[in-house]
Each structure stands twice: as structure tokens, then as C-alpha cells.
């Protein structure tokens, strides 16, 4: 496809169980985010990807929080044990290079997570 | 670490009157600044973005953010607002260092135009 694509776009799941989003970037970028939008707190950053590693991962909120990237192109964020805080809309995006400033970001519509 | 701080959660001004949305950043030498927008049920995209040495930025859809280095501001404005900028707008911040390119969103700003 053309743009990022992100799935699935809603997910409902019963707190405790785990569950898998998945973010497909624009083919050739090599850079790779993953965020959160919860009402009222804006777009929080939880990880980064260039290419298959993860230079910084200090936005995952906690332990059962855990992203990889496979092939430089698809990601999968994992939260397990879910609770009723992880409830929000995960973005993905993703740029052509590492350096957000000449190369934009492209952002998927989102998953939404709600957890019950 | 860097941060903006978007003032105000809601905006609503009448269509044809200028919109004001305001975003202050913190002090950091070269501030890279931008403004993203999220329609209803798209994506997030770019607006603008700030380029060293300029005081006035010109975005798409007749945006425009001043960059104010005394006041450490990157407001965002338009003259004559239409029904279809009604969206959230998000002032953005990347850091500065290599390795540390992601960009840090402000809480948002949800612009509504009232006919």
C-alpha cells in the first residue's frame, strides 16, 4: 500500500489476556515509532526503530510492554497482562531516515485498544 | 529533555475569524520545531515545520507558525478559518542529538469552527 497500515483498527480484550498490534511501514523507510494517544495526554513516544533495532525504548511504560521489528520493515507491539490503563489508540509511524526533521513522519490510522 | 507545551485543549472561533493555536517550547539551541494535524478518522500529518533562520513558516492549507526565540513560542495561525480545518493539531519537538531523532508531541489542540 501507499501508507502506513495498521492492525487491526479496533480491539477489544478482557484485562489479563495479551495482545499483538501490528504496523506495517511505508516500504523503504527505515525508521520506525510507535505512540500512544490517550484522551487528554496528547501522543506519548514508546519506541524507536532504525532498521531492526531499537535505539531508544524508554517511552514502553513497563515490562509487558515489548516491540520488534523483523526484516526492517514490519513491527509488532506486545502488551501483556493487559489493565484497563492501556486502553488508547497506538499510532505507528514510520520516515524514510532516521533524521525526523527532513524526512516526515507518515502515521498509520491507529489501533484501538480498549481493554475491559 | 526537550517538551512544548500547548495551551489550551479546545479552540472554537467562528468561520472566516484567524485562528490562534499556541505552542511554547523549551529552550534549546536549534529548536526543531513542527505542527502536525489529525483530521477525523485520518492520520496524523505535517503541517509545518520550522527552518532555521526564519521568523515566519509557511504550512499547507494556508497555515502559518511565527517562531519567537524571546518568547520561546512556535504559534500557529490562519487568517480566515474554514469548516474543513476543524481537526487536533499537535505542536512536535525532535531532539537535537544523533540518536535521539523522535519527535515529542505536545497534549494537542481540538480546533472547532463554528458556521
Known amino acids: 500500500g501507499a501508507g502506513v497500515s495498521q492492525s487491526p483498527s479496533n480491539k477489544v480484550t478482557e484485562k489479563g489476556k495479551d495482545v499483538e498490534l501490528r504496523c506495517d511501514p511505508i516500504?523503504?523507510?527505515?525508521?520506525l515509532y510507535w505512540y500512544r494517544q490517550s484522551l487528554g495526554q496528547g501522543l506519548e513516544f514508546l519506541i524507536y526503530f532504525q532498521g531492526n533495532s531499537a535505539p531508544d525504548k524508554s517511552g514502553l511504560p513497563s515490562d509487558r510492554f515489548s516491540a520488534e521489528r523483523t526484516g526492517g520493515s514490519v513491527s509488532t507491539l506486545t502488551i501483556q497482562r493487559t489493565q484497563q490503563e492501556d486502553s488508547a489508540v497506538y499510532l505507528c509511524a514510520s520516515s524514510l531516515l532516521r533524521d525526523s526533521y527532513n524526512s516526515p513522519l507518515h502515521f498509520g490510522n491507529g489501533t484501538r485498544l480498549t481493554v475491559t | 529533555a526537550q517538551s512544548v507545551t500547548q495551551l489550551g485543549s479546545h479552540v472554537s472561533v467562528s468561520e472566516g475569524a484567524l485562528v490562534l493555536l499556541r505552542c511554547n517550547y523549551s529552550s534549546s539551541v536549534p529548536p526543531y520545531l513542527f505542527w502536525y494535524v489529525q483530521y477525523p478518522n485520518q492520520g496524523l500529518q505535517l503541517l509545518l515545520k520550522?527552518?532555521?533562520?526564519?521568523?515566519l513558516v509557511k504550512g499547507i492549507n494556508g497555515f502559518e507558525a511565527e517562531f519567537k526565540k524571546s518568547e520561546t513560542s512556535f504559534h500557529l495561525t490562519k487568517p480566515s478559518a474554514h469548516m474543513s480545518d476543524a481537526a487536533e493539531y499537535f505542536c512536535?519537538?525532535?531532539?537535537?542529538?544523533?540518536?535521539?531523532?523522535?519527535?515529542?508531541f505536545g497534549t494537542g489542540t481540538r480546533l472547532t469552527i463554528i458556521p
Open positions: 520550522y527552518t532555521t533562520g526564519a521568523t
Open positions: 516500504s523503504g523507510h527505515t525508521a
Open positions: 512536535a519537538v525532535m531532539g537535537a542529538n544523533f540518536g535521539n531523532e523522535k519527535l515529542t
